[in-house]
């Protein structure tokens, strides 16, 4: 049986390891429609490779380029807000979502159809409105299944008993590039540092997540709204080779874990299979090759973000929209060159104190958590030159 598929965020680093996967198995999937944000003849490019009947940019000013670099290739193309919603509407049995960050948050909403499968990789959507996009999920029937690779492997682990027994379920970090760095030194850390992860290859933005480690903090909200699991019962453990992704302790003491080498395309066969698992033709790994895989508790201390995150999470309501939206704000600015590497858990820290005295009930749409996430931005916008006049003294 072959699935049809759209994917969100087509060009991105996901997007191009799912085409990938899929291409290694033609005959298996039919691709309806890809979504990219602004690269017209990068989406061009991969809506021919995939053989994708519509393409949609994001970005409206591109869609004249998009348009010509697809003339003569039958494949129907669009930009701006209305082309997204329409490549979510074909008709396609799996969306792939992986548009990076809260923007992935409205067209992935949007996919949400009965009997759809969501293979979620933009773990933003429910980081900004976990429990409203859970629900509608849930009402319709949609089946989310995490692309993260983390998430993926508890996805496993987890199949193997029922909730009430998870004593825990824990999150592997590889620690990024700062993982033996000290404070000092990271505090004086560029963008150029920041992103060159030592173990995946990944888009700018996750990249940051990763130096900070939010994107641990992201993923144990992410775990929170996949998984049913309350803060107390997840944990993060620091392991640098990132061949352990998830693990899940029992009431019994038992362990069930997930492993595989460090590849995004495992994960992603994964969310894409069928009756059974699809073939990859990736290294296998070798744990006798490899000898030794070494473990080690995060330091909050070096690494705020995750503390920081954690605490939101155990304040529930819309603080973690808020600290979400900060994030983004900071991450970008810091990308920008415009503010220091600890200015960004800063300034997120100094956002959800400014928000935390307010009653803060948990967006019960989508659109309210859009709504908060636009305000919490704002605030967060107003707060960078403070930072970046600093940064120049
Ligand atoms: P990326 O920056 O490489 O790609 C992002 C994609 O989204 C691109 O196709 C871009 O054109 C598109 N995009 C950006 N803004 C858009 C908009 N407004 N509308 C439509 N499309 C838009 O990012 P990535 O590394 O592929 O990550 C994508 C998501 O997957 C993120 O949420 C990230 O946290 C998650 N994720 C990534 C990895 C990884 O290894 N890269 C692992 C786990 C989870
Ligand atoms: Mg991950």
């Not at 996009?133 to 983390?150: K, N, W």
Request: aromatic share 4%; with cysteine; net charge negative.
């Amino acid at each position: 049986m072959t699935r049809s598929l759209t994917i969100l965020g087509a060009t991105g680093s996901i997007g191009r390891s799912t085409a990938d996967v899929v291409l290694a198995h033609r005959d298996e999937f039919r691709v309806e429609a890809v979504v990219g944000g602004r690269d017209a003849t990068a989406l061009a490019k991969v809506a021919r490779r995939l053989g994708a009947k519509f393409a949609a940019l994001a970005d409206e000013r591109e869609g004249e380029a998009l348009k010509q670099a697809l003339s003569g290739t039958g494949i129907g193309n669009g930009a701006g807000h209305s082309a997204v919603l329409e490549a979510v509407e074909h008709d396609a049995d799996t969306v792939l979502a992986a548009i990076s960050g809260t923007a992935g948050l409205a067209p992935t909403h949007a996919a949400l159809k009965p009997g759809r499968r969501i293979a979620l990789a933009n773990k933003e959507s429910l980081v900004c409105a976990g429990s409203a996009f859970m629900a509608d999920a849930r009402r319709l029937g949609v089946e989310i299944m995490p692309v993260d690779s983390e998430h993926n492997a508890l996805d496993h682990a987890l199949a193997a008993g029922l909730n009430r027994d998870v004593e825990k379920a824990v999150i592997t970090a590889s620690g990024g590039p700062f993982r033996t760095w000290a404070r000092e030194r990271i505090a004086k850390a560029n963008t150029k540092e920041a992103s060159a992860h030592p173990v995946w290859s990944m888009g700018s933005k996750i990249n940051i997540d990763s130096a900070t480690l939010m994107n641990k903090g992201l993923e144990l909200i992410e775990a929170h709204h996949l998984f049913d699991l309350e803060v107390e019962r997840l944990d993060v453990l620091v392991h640098p080779e990132a061949i352990v992704h998830g693990l899940v302790q029992w009431s019994d003491g038992a362990v069930t874990s997930g492993l595989a080498l460090p590849d995004m395309k495992v994960p992603i066969a994964n969310a894409l299979r069928n009756q059974g698992r699809l073939k990859m033709n990736l290294p296998r790994l070798d744990l006798a090759a490899i000898g030794r895989l070494s473990f080690e508790r995060p330091d909050e201390e070096r690494f705020p973000c995750l503390s920081l995150a954690k605490a939101v999470l155990k304040a529930g309501g819309a603080m973690p929209t808020i600290l979400n939206a900060a994030n983004e704000i900071a991450v970008e600015a810091f990308m920008a060159d415009r503010i220091k590497f600890y200015d960004i858990s800063e300034l997120v820290e100094s956002i959800c104190s400014t928000f935390s005295g307010r009653n803060n009930p948990a967006p019960a749409t989508v659109a309210d958590a859009l709504g908060i996430d636009h305000e919490a931005r704002q605030a967060a916008r107003r707060l960078i030159p403070v930072y970046a006049e600093a940064t120049r003294l």
